[in-house]
């Protein structure tokens, strides 16, 4: 099993930073890839930014927060962070932290953090 524990969510007014935050625990081998996700109200769970979890650290980022948000990991404390710069309204979402993991291939997911953009 893996555990994913998302902090670092609140409000912001238009222009501001957050930094996301992520912790995992328990078979984190098996990881391969972490991912955030956001939720809108009325709208479909999407995807972010993703990074893999080998060397290199690959990292992917949806074209709406690009430029603006950046995904990073630090191996030695099990955590992946998502800065996010210049926040707009429509930012305001709840953000999941999103692990896949290996042998056997399985999705985990975090509660959620609530980020609020607004004045």
């Known amino acids: 099993q893996v555990q994913l524990v998302e902090s670092g969510g609140g409000l912001v007014q238009p222009g501001g930073s957050l930094r996301l935050s992520c912790a995992a625990s328990g078979s984190i081998f098996r990881i391969n890839a972490m991912d955030w996700y956001r939720q809108a109200p009325g709208k479909e769970r999407e995807l972010v930014a993703a990074?893999?979890?080998?060397?290199?650290?690959?990292?992917n980022y949806a074209d709406s927060v690009k430029g603006r948000f950046t995904i990073s990991r630090d191996n030695a404390k099990n955590t992946v962070y998502l800065q996010m710069n210049s926040l707009k309204p429509e930012d305001t979402a709840v953000y999941y932290c999103h692990a896949r993991a290996i042998l056997p291939r399985t999705d985990y997911w975090g509660k959620g953090t609530l980020v609020t953009v607004s004045s």
């Open positions: 990074i893999t979890m080998t060397s290199g650290s690959s990292t």
